[in-house]
């Protein structure tokens, strides 16, 4: 097994399938049925994009694990997504922060994933990358609706915002893995997106009228496999089938 190989999908996939998730809780919840539907459909998009990644990661484990059991067996300290995506549904305002702040990253992230030399990771990412443009478009519209919008609306994007952009600088936290996949061309050096991403974000919260918070301190740990208390309840939801039912098939 090429373990940087798989270590690499794993750090890739596991973001999209937690957010997912995460998502996938506001079914039937969100303010309005059009915005509820958005966020479901974001959240299967997601899914999607997971399947992929993980059937890619079976392939080069090699070693009799499926999709599922990949995405639903490993304990909590064996994923490896960063703690942004953990964070829990607080409001809508919090959500869409959330949302917004991995979507910006996640695009420019499959804007160059897709020129990998691993063909197989660079088809999975020119197929994501139409649909993952448009949750960008979608969360930023909503922050600049919320932002600019009324006392409440402005205060709610801005709290969200002042407590999860602690966890923004661990997008581009490299792993060993990382830096080995980037030796040989076929992952992404995300540093090299870090002022990218800072300047397009500046700006859209600029149109949103909100601040990013001037403390320097971030947090990290997720892509060593520490992680905040959420992601257990959430792993508590999403693998209870396969763990009451072993070996059930779909």
Known sequence: MNENLYKYILGIADNCLVLGQRLGELCGHGPSLETDIACTNISLDLFGQVRSYYQYAAQVADDGRSEDDIAMLRR??????????EQPNTDFAYTITRQY?????????????????????SAIAKKAI?????????SSDWLKRLGDGTEESHRRAQDALNTLWAYTDELFHQTEADQAMIEEGI???TMKLKEIYNNQ?????????LEIPESKWFQ???????????????????????????????
């Open 101 to 121: 702040l991995f979507d910006a990253y996640h695009l420019l992230f499959l804007n160059e994933l897709q020129h990998s030399n691993d063909e197989t990771l």
């Open 187 to 189: 992952g992404v050096d």
């Open 201 to 209: 974000v500046s700006e859209l919260l600029k149109e949103a009228t």
């Open 76 to 85: 909590e300290r064996e994923y490896v997504n960063v703690l942004l995506v």
């Open 130 to 138: 139409k649909e993952v443009s448009y949750h960008e478009r979608f």
């Open 220 to 250: 990290k740990g997720g892509k060593e496999g520490i992680h905040t208390e959420h992601l257990g309840y959430l792993l508590a939801d999403l693998q209870y089938m396969q763990r009451t039912y072993p070996n059930m098939e779909w």
